[in-house]
């Protein structure tokens, strides 16, 4: 069955660096567009990043631009998120997600969450 399974959350200090990585399994990773999607405590989701399925075209929310990074393998089957200058307000469970194809497409499934927090 589907899977989307996020891994590389923790602990960082105010202006430090994550990676977050989702492997996919179950379907044909390729043929989707993927995105990354953000829930801090007390908000609601905030879209973050989407790649299309070929890693050509690629969008970030104003709060992510210049400091993160999305990209896929589609070799690997996996999707990251590299996060740089983190701020206390990425504190969030940050979630991977697929479209239904491409990049303006609707999301339909999702991975459980990888839990972020930004605190000295």
């Known amino acids: 069955q589907l899977q989307l399974v996020e891994s590389g959350g923790g602990l960082v200090q105010p202006g430090g660096s994550l990676r977050l990585s989702c492997a996919a399994s179950?379907?044909?990773?390729?043929?989707?567009?993927m995105n990354w999607v953000r829930q801090g405590p007390g908000k609601g989701l905030e879209w973050v990043s989407v790649v299309e399925r070929g890693g050509e075209i690629i969008e970030y929310a104003d709060s992510a631009k210049g400091r993160f990074t999305i990209s896929r393998d589609n070799a690997k089957n996996t999707l990251y998120l590299q996060m740089n200058s983190l701020k206390p307000e990425d504190t969030a469970v940050y979630y991977c997600?697929?479209?239904?194809?491409?990049?303006?497409?609707?999301?339909?499934?999702w991975g459980q969450g990888t839990q972020v927090t930004v605190s000295s």
């Open positions: 179950g379907f044909t990773f390729s043929s989707y567009a």
């Open positions: 997600a697929k479209t239904t194809s491409g990049i303006d497409w609707p999301l339909d499934f």
